[in-house]
């Protein structure tokens, strides 16, 4: 699974609330009965969110001989249970377990089959989930009486971590295992998509009744319905069709955003040495989706953030990672799964991993390094560093999905590809996934298979990183002998545990670089090695691969030399960060220059971003070099962002590089070029922004806004005001979220009662979406501040646009 982006914001207020509870043992679910197959026939009643259902699980004991069997079945009307048609007495006292009497019984592996008929009530269920605090409904049905205008009618299913128990009975539990077939019947116009194979379509009068089936095993919570008006665009990789389940709109562009999957789906192959294990794969876009996106098992779920168009593709195909997470997850998760949610790591450290593989093969090294520095940066500047990875005292399952389980332990995974080699850590998969494949899995099982491949004791690895939590923190000095001509390195970890860990130091000696690799043992260890031209620069950790915080004192010399020579990206970065506050300096300011060029695009603008034009150094030729970026780099983000630097410029002259920057085909590019032009000719830039298509005008809100709220242009107001909530919290840099709050300001003492209308009809709309996450919350304190600001300005409107927001609130309270 991946998260949506509003959790970024939101763990803050998920941390807070779960603050005082305590921390019990969380055990791997008792087996007491194995599952073994599920049938399921479904329709839907719209008008109430229901589903009529009717499921035939066939179960076992798992050891022990037992005469009763326990469900998992929410909120649920149950109508019947029995067994080759006998009614069977069963409690279900509480509206979560369907305890059912069985006539005997039963011994172990002796198989049996309940039928159980009932109605579903997602509306009715309560419970925690992983993707929303108190609505984790498993079966979601989006504008179901088709009253939303512009939003089709939907429905699709999310069952981890346990609500697929919201719409089927069943051992709701990560260590089960059930093949299945579904009947699903839904009015004709729509298709439907689930898990495996569409074996038969049935036309009944204005219904059809699709049969799907699915013969391997898997996890309950990998369950998925997908429901709706959808184009399906089929794509294959060598006999496995795969499908892209879009919306109209977006059918032209499937291939663009998902078309990669074929590649992908033959990389990890290779990858790993175990062939895609499933027999067919499909990728579907949901409305209003409550997280980033899912792997249910051949029908992984997207949220609408997939939906991209190509002048954004060119840019960056901002799904991409997460498309190459939820298909490794075929195998790390869904293939070998964890036992329990304690276990999450060896579904989603592998998954997040994935993402590394990815870009390292398809794009190179530097590329494949930014991503691990972004993991890991925000991992360091999270919250939960006291958190073991694999953790049996959580307060809650779904406090698991964080930056733990996530990002640090997908950097775990590629110390332990650095530690014992690469060709070590493929194979270990391979075993690994051969070993488990439709079973589960704990850590140490992972454990044993790389010990046993190796021949190394890893107990210290797997103790300090798995089973601990934190990571070092660092400080390093240096001591030279020129007389002996050799430098000792001294590492002195300053937290309260010492780590284990292999080092990587590298030596400059001019630009020869040697790389040293050395073994740290203890809290405090020095390393010396010879030298014969007194070295440069000494950089440790040099291949970035330890997670870890380094204090060293270095002086802008040092980092010159960094920024010019270190192998690794983070390395580069950090060194720019520095070499960009001292710009007076012309050393400096020359190396910043020099960076336009870096190998890494994210380098070339940060670059552009901080690079001091007022500066006494800077000549006509630095900016020549800036127009040639803008034409001519093989990012479109860099050239947009070099249009922006010399947007900053306010200099008429540069006017035909904005001008042609409107022609691009790239949206960034196209809205820095606006904003650019802005500054140096008005009239033009507000005649071009109002002549844009809508869809246009809608990915390029955070441009258009810019220029709308300088002018102070009411009319634009009801445009700016859809997109003033996103602006805020779910998405752009901090630069953006100080325009969007201004326009928030700008639209809250406005007179004009359709730029009201619109931000309340799009805080009802998330708030509602987020509810989970307290985002309800928030907007309504936001519309108690917009009353406030009403009742200020007193503007002719005012009564009637605070009935406006009244309304609104009333929705969300
Ligand atoms: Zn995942």
């Known amino acids: 699974m991946k998260y949506p982006k509003i959790i970024v914001f939101c763990f803050v207020l998920m941390s807070f609330l779960s603050a005082a509870q305590t921390k019990v043992y969380q055990s791997e679910k008792e087996k007491i009965h194995d599952l073994v197959h599920t049938k399921l026939n479904v329709d839907f009643n719209f008008g109430n969110k229901t589903m009529n259902g009717e499921a035939w699980i066939t179960a076992k004991p798992h050891f022990y001989s037992i005469n009763f069997i326990t469900l998992d079945a929410k909120a649920m009307l149950i109508h019947q249970v029995s067994m080759n048609s006998i009614p069977l007495k069963y409690t279900y ?9 069985l006539p005997k019984t039963y011994k172990r592996d002796e198989e049996f089959t309940i039928y159980i008929k009932y109605t579903a009530q997602p509306e009715k269920v309560y419970q925690k989930g992983s993707v929303s605090i108190t609505s984790a409904k498993g079966l979601y049905f989006i504008n179901a009486d088709g009253s939303e205008k512009n939003k089709p009618t939907q429905i699709w299913t999310q069952g981890e971590t346990e609500a697929s128990s919201c719409w089927f009975p069943t051992i709701d539990a990560p260590n089960q295992k059930t093949s299945q077939e579904i009947y699903i019947t839904v009015p004709d116009k729509f298709v439907t998509l689930s898990n495996g194979a569409l074996i038969s379509k049935t036309k009944k009068g204005k219904n059809r009744t699709d049969y799907w089936k699915f013969d391997q095993k898997h996890a309950p919570y990998l369950f998925f319905m997908g429901i709706g008006e959808y184009e399906i665009i089929k794509d294959s990789y060598q006999n496995i069709p795969i499908n892209y389940y879009v919306e109209k709109e977006f059918a032209p562009y499937a291939k663009d955003i998902f078309g990669l999957t074929p590649e992908m789906m033959g990389f990890f192959s290779d990858k790993l040495g175990v062939a895609y294990p499933w027999n067919s794969y499909s990728q579907i876009v949901g409305r209003d989706y409550v997280s980033g996106a899912m792997e249910n098992t051949t029908a992984v779920m997207h949220g609408e953030q997939a939906y991209q168009k190509p002048g954004q593709l060119i840019d960056e195909n901002i799904q991409e990672n997460t498309i190459a997470h939820e298909l490794f997850h075929h195998w790390f998760g869904d293939l070998v799964t964890a036992e329990s ?18 870009r390292e093969y398809k794009y190179g090294k530097v590329n494949a390094e930014m991503h691990f520095y972004e993991n890991i940066d925000a991992y360091l500047k999270g919250q939960n560093q006291d958190k073991n990875l694999v953790r049996y005292t959580y307060e809650d399952k779904e ?22 080699g690469d060709e070590a850590f493929f194979l270990g998969l391979k075993q690994y996934l051969n070993t488990y494949k439709y079973q589960v899995a704990e850590v140490h099982q992972l454990r044993l298979i790389f010990e046993n491949l190796t021949g190394k004791d890893l107990n210290w690895f797997f103790n300090q990183w798995y089973f601990g939590a934190g990571h070092p923190n660092i400080e390093i000095s240096y001591d030279y002998n020129t007389l002996r001509k050799t430098v000792t390195v001294n590492i002195n970890q300053l937290q309260t545990d010492a780590f284990k860990f292999p080092f990587a130091i590298d030596i400059f000696e001019g630009t020869k670089r040697t790389r040293h690799r050395v073994f740290v043992e203890g809290k405090d260890a020095s390393f010396t090695f010879p030298y014969t031209k007194q070295p440069n620069l000494i950089q440790v950790n040099a291949d970035g691969s330890l997670i870890c915080e380094i204090n060293e004192n270095k002086v802008l010399s040092d980092f010159i030399f960094q920024l010019k020579h270190a192998d690794n990206y983070a390395h580069r970065r950090e060194a720019f960060l520095e070499v960009a506050k001292r710009q007076e300096d012309k050393d400096a300011f ?11 695009y994210k380098i070339r603008i940060l670059a552009l971003q901080q690079i001091d034009l007022i500066n006494k150094f800077s000549k006509k030729d630095v900016i020549q070099k800036i127009m040639n970026i803008a034409n001519t780099d093989v990012k479109t983000l860099v050239q947009a962002e070099a249009i922006n630097t010399l947007g900053k410029l306010t200099d008429p002259e540069l006017k035909p590089i904005f001008e042609k920057g409107l022609q691009s085909k790239s949206y960034s590019v196209l809205g820095k070029a606006l904003v650019s032009l802005y500054y140096v000719d008005k009239p033009a830039a507000i005649a071009k ?7 246009v005008r809608k990915i390029l809100a955070t441009p258009l806004t810019r220029i709308f709220i300088e002018e102070n242009d009411e009319s634009e107001l009801p445009f700016v005001a859809k997109s003033v909530l996103s602006g805020m919290y779910l998405t752009g840099d901090d630069s953006s979220k100080v325009l969007f709050q201004k326009a928030f300001k700008q639209i809250s003492e406005t007179n004009n009662s359709e730029a009201i209308q ?9 708030g509602n979406q987020f509810k989970g996450f307290n985002f309800d919350k928030v907007v309504i304190n936001l519309m108690r501040d917009m009353i406030k600001e009403q009742q200020k300005a007193n503007k002719p409107n005012r009564e009637r646009n605070i009935e406006i927001i009244k309304t609104g609130m009333a929705r969300l309270l």
């Open 758 to 766: 619109n931000l309340v009809d799009d805080m009802i709309e998330k």
């Open 399 to 420: 406090d698991m999905f964080d930056l733990v389980s996530y990002n640090k332990g997908g950097a775990i995974l590629h110390m332990l590809r650095t530690y014992v």
């Open 341 to 358: 949610w304690s276990n999450l790591t060896l579904n989603e450290s592998f998954a997040n991993y994935s993402e590394y593989l990815w």
């Open 93 to 101: 006292d509480d509206g979560l377990k369907l305890i059912i009497n």
């Open 590 to 600: 020359n190396a910043v220059v020099e960076a336009l060029d870096d190998t890494s």
């Open 689 to 695: 922004s109002k002549q844009l298509p809508d869809e």
